[in-house]
């Protein structure tokens, strides 16, 4: 089976000590994530309420991804949820970090993840495309 270089991408954002958690996601789905068990443990036992909360956000996400919304972020009990938004789309590279991580450090490696996702995103279409005018 051949490797997902998206998942490639969340599973290095996992090394990074703050992010618990990440994910390419969309309301009601989850597109690529890398293997749970390397999820901190902490973060599995909230899963459900976050998934609830990730939910509602991307209602926002959809209502204004299209006029530019690029970045949202919620916290949740010790956590914080980053969403960083592809633009025109209703996905969102997502990451759980604790309520006290530098966000700096961490908004510096998911914007470089979003960018590289983005680029292998815009070759996969234009793959497709050249597959279809064939």
């Given at each position: 089976?051949?490797?997902?270089?998206?998942?490639?991408?969340?599973?290095?954002?996992?090394?990074?000590?703050?992010?618990?958690a990440c994910m390419v996601a969309?309301?009601?789905?989850?597109?690529?994530?890398?293997?749970?068990?390397?999820?901190?443990?902490?973060?599995?036992?909230?899963?459900?309420?976050?998934?609830?909360?990730?939910?509602?956000?991307?209602?926002?996400?959809?209502?204004?991804?299209?006029?530019?919304?690029?970045?949202?972020?919620?916290?949740?009990?010790?956590?914080?949820?980053?969403?960083?938004?592809?633009?025109?789309?209703?996905?969102?590279?997502?990451?759980?970090?604790p309520a006290l991580a530098n966000?700096g450090l961490i908004a510096v490696?998911?914007?470089?993840?979003?960018?590289?996702?983005?680029?292998?995103?815009?070759?996969?279409?234009?793959?497709?495309?050249?597959?279809?005018?064939?």
């Amino acid at each position: 089976m051949q490797d997902d270089p998206i998942a490639d991408i969340l599973n290095d954002l996992l090394t990074i000590d703050d992010i618990l958690a990440c994910m390419v996601a969309r309301l009601n789905m989850i597109s690529v994530m890398p293997d749970q068990d390397k999820f901190d443990p902490q973060v599995m036992e909230l899963w459900d309420i976050i998934k609830r909360a990730m939910d509602d956000v991307f209602g926002v996400i959809r209502e204004y991804s299209q006029a530019g919304l690029a970045e949202m972020e919620f916290r949740l009990q010790n956590y914080e949820v980053l969403f960083f938004v592809f633009p025109d789309t209703e996905n969102a590279l997502v990451a759980i970090i604790p309520a006290l991580a530098n966000k700096g450090l961490i908004a510096v490696e998911m914007e470089n993840a979003r960018r590289d996702i983005l680029d292998i995103m815009n070759k996969t279409e234009e793959s497709q495309k050249k597959v279809l005018a064939q």
